[in-house]
């Protein structure tokens, strides 16, 4: 998801990472960012996503991405 640049820094992408976590009835949680997405690297790193690896590239030639995971509360 993505919170557009006029709007970006006024907590709504963290409510909607809140909530759509709080949703998950799994676990653990991954996703992928873009590499040079810098400002979602952070994002995600603020909120306890961890790197599990980069580099990756879709079958679709895609990429190349970050991927991210975190233990969820339950």
């Known amino acids: 998801f993505g919170v557009t ?3 970006r820094r006024e907590g ?6 809140d909530d759509l976590i ?3 009835p799994h676990p653990r949680s991954v996703l992928t960012v ?6 979602a690297l952070a994002f995600y790193a603020d909120r306890g996503w ?9 079958r679709l030639d895609h990429g190349p991405y ?6 969820l509360a339950r």
Not at 12 to 17: A, F, P, S, W, Y
């Open 34 to 39: 873009y590499e040079d997405n810098a400002s």
């Open 12 to 17: 709504i992408g963290g409510r909607l990472h």
């Open 22 to 24: 709080g949703a998950i």
């Open 50 to 58: 961890s790197e599990l690896g980069r580099g990756f590239i879709t």
């Open 5 to 7: 640049l006029g709007r």
């Open 66 to 71: 970050v991927i991210l995971g975190k233990v």
